[in-house]
């Protein structure tokens, strides 16, 4: 994603932060249609973004902008 960042809901922020904090699963629904779901392992900025780092069960890990995410569902 090349467009500036948007900052996201602070309840949702918090949410993800909480998720990192517990190591709790998450189902996430990105603006492009993919879903991923996996374990929230750290919620960070980095080039005027934020950003999380997620690992799915396979033990593959994903970084995403956090204005790519659609919805956040507890899984």
Same mark, same amino acid.
């Given at each position: 994603?090349?467009? !500036?960042?948007? !900052?996201?809901?602070?309840?949702?922020?918090?949410?993800?932060?909480?998720?990192?904090?517990?190591?709790? !699963?998450?189902?996430?629904?990105?603006?492009?249609?993919?879903?991923?779901?996996?374990? @929230?392992?750290?919620?960070?900025?980095?080039?005027?973004?934020?950003?999380?780092?997620?690992?799915?069960?396979?033990?593959?890990?994903?970084?995403?902008?956090?204005?790519?995410? @659609?919805?956040?569902?507890?899984?």
């Amino acid at each position: 994603m090349s467009e !500036p960042y948007r !900052p996201i809901a602070c309840a949702d922020h918090e949410r993800l932060e909480f998720a990192v904090l517990r190591r709790l !699963p998450l189902t996430l629904r990105l603006l492009d249609g993919r879903s991923l779901s996996g374990k @929230a392992l750290d919620v960070f900025t980095r080039e005027g973004a934020e950003w999380l780092r997620l690992r799915e069960a396979n033990g593959s890990e994903h970084v995403l902008r956090l204005d790519e995410i @659609a919805t956040i569902h507890d899984s």
